[in-house]
């Protein structure tokens, strides 16, 4: 394929013919704020029993805090989950909880309305699927995933 995907994802499929598409900018939110969130559940915990607030804390309180920053700084980690992979056949689109998988001849065109946060896939019926590894605020790499999807899509119906 002579598209460069060095620029959109840093990574090709295995064959070379296809393409893997990843969000970057918010992938570097959700590690910032998972690691904001670990920092201070993990000061909080730490700090909760020099803290002269009238309660008595235990060891299980601050063991407790520090668990909950972990839950929620891998929560804010699904957010980095989304990827797409297209080759000649088809999409797979991994979006934050559900992974599907869509042949080209299922997918009337790749969009990316004005507006719209994310590209999606135009599906029969006016039905459409969001793609959010295409997102609006990785600026000139969304449009290049966009261009080489459309790319492979018309390669897939012969157009």
Same mark, same amino acid.
């Given at each position: ?6 620029? &959109?994802?840093? %990574?090709? $499929?295995?064959? #070379?013919? *296809?393409? @893997? !598409?990843?969000?970057?900018?918010? =992938? ?30 235990? &060891?299980?309180? %601050?063991? $407790?805090?520090? #668990?909950? *920053?972990? @839950? !929620?700084?891998?929560?804010?980690? =699904? ?30 065109? &790749? ?11 135009? !599906? ?36």
């Amino acid at each position: 394929m002579s598209f460069s995907m060095g620029k &959109v994802t840093g %990574q090709r $499929a295995e064959a #070379g013919e *296809g393409i @893997v !598409l990843r969000p970057r900018r918010v =992938v570097w939110m959700a590690v910032f704020v998972a690691v904001v969130l670990l920092a201070v559940f993990v000061t909080v915990g730490v700090l909760l029993r020099t803290s002269d607030t009238g309660v008595i804390f235990h &060891v299980s309180d %601050q063991v $407790a805090m520090i #668990g909950v *920053g972990v @839950v !929620l700084a891998a929560a804010s980690l =699904v957010f980095a989950l989304p990827r797409a992979r297209a080759d000649a056949e088809g999409i797979e689109v991994r979006n934050v909880l559900s992974t599907k998988y869509f042949s080209w001849n299922e997918v009337l065109s &790749v969009s990316f309305p004005d507006g719209a946060s994310f590209a999606r896939l135009e !599906l029969p019926d006016f039905e459409y699927h969001s793609v959010l590894a295409v997102q609006a605020v990785d600026r000139e790499r969304a449009v290049e995933a966009v261009r080489a999807l459309r790319k492979l899509h018309r390669q897939a119906r012969g157009e």
